[in-house]
């Protein structure tokens, strides 16, 4: 399949958590036509099986592929651990996905103790222990999933009393013992930086993977000469499985400008099937016996 410099690049989510991905994309390419998929109507991935969430990033990716996209960005965590590989194996365009900001981490770290916040599927998962094993050295790596946290910004509760005691809890055990890094491992938990740094003080780093997403779209759209032209006229469009009248207020609230979202087709909001000949993953990913575990 052939692309014009001028197609859109598709972004996709469980949610609205990878607009902290869309919208660094934004910034960095701003001639780029963006189109971005909001999986609400089957959010949260962090719970689900592998094997859903493999299906569900091909049925959003073959709409994105129908509407030209020239590239996708996997702006999930999750979604990126069950699927990538998949993802990567079945098409001939560039596939980005994101990962924890482990690599510096590591290499910034003064008291060698890291933590990183993230949802159980992606810290469980094959990609993750590979990375691990890539980036941990002698670092003390503590991970911390946070049930419940990725919700409360699909409601758009980026401060106020829930999402403060949820963080309490969390953040309480790796300060003690610690961390003065924290990388965010979900695109969720970007539009909570404000209320994290307020609770961990101005001597602990928050790591934000989105600007090195859009670092590696550019090179990689660079290298295939898919650069859209200079002052091209950029638009975007905004996608939901789920019920618009909700999600298109918190998508608004998040990125500061009215979104209008329009409904994926039937076909696409279902669960979505594998190509043939292409074997689910595995729901039950092994455990990772190389990270301290807060429980």
């Not at 990033?57 to 699927?83: D, M, P, Y």
């Not at 329009?262 to 594998?274: I, K, Q």
Request: hydrophobic share 40%.
């Amino acid at each position: 399949m052939s692309h014009s410099n001028n197609n859109p690049i598709g972004v996709f989510d469980s949610g609205v958590g990878g607009l902290s991905v869309f919208r660094r994309i934004r910034a960095d390419l701003p001639d780029e036509t963006l189109l971005y998929v909001a999986d609400s109507g089957h959010a949260p991935y962090g719970n689900k099986p592998a094997d859903f969430i493999v299906r569900r990033s091909f049925a959003i990716t073959e709409f994105l592929l129908e509407q030209g996209a020239k590239a996708v960005v996997v702006a999930c965590n999750t979604a990126t651990a069950a699927a990538i590989a998949r993802l990567r194996a079945q098409l001939d365009i560039p596939i980005i996905g994101i990962e924890p900001a482990l690599k510096p981490a590591v290499a910034g770290t003064r008291s060698g103790v890291v933590g990183i916040l993230a949802t159980g599927n992606t810290v469980r998962s094959d990609k993750f222990a590979a990375l691990l094993d890539r980036h941990r050295q002698h670092t003390r790596v503590l991970v911390q999933p946070c049930p419940g946290l990725a919700d409360c910004v699909e409601r758009g509760e980026l401060s106020g009393p829930h999402p403060r005691t949820l963080l309490e809890r969390y953040l309480e055990p790796l300060l003690t013992q610690g961390a003065d890094t924290l990388v965010l491992g979900c695109t969720h938990y970007p539009f909570l930086i404000p209320l994290i740094q307020r609770l961990v003080g101005p001597n602990v780093v928050i790591l934000d993977p989105s600007p090195a997403v859009a670092q590696q779209l550019r090179r990689r759209l660079e290298w295939g000469g898919l650069l859209a032209e200079d002052d091209t006229p950029a638009g975007e469009r905004y996608f939901t499985s789920g019920p618009p009248e909700q999600t298109s207020p918190v998508m608004s609230r998040l990125l500061g400008y009215p979104v209008t979202l329009d409904v994926l087709p039937e076909r696409y909001r279902n669960a979505g099937t594998l190509p043939t000949g292409l074997k689910p993953a595995p729901t039950a990913p092994p455990a990772l016996d190389r990270v301290h575990w807060i429980e």
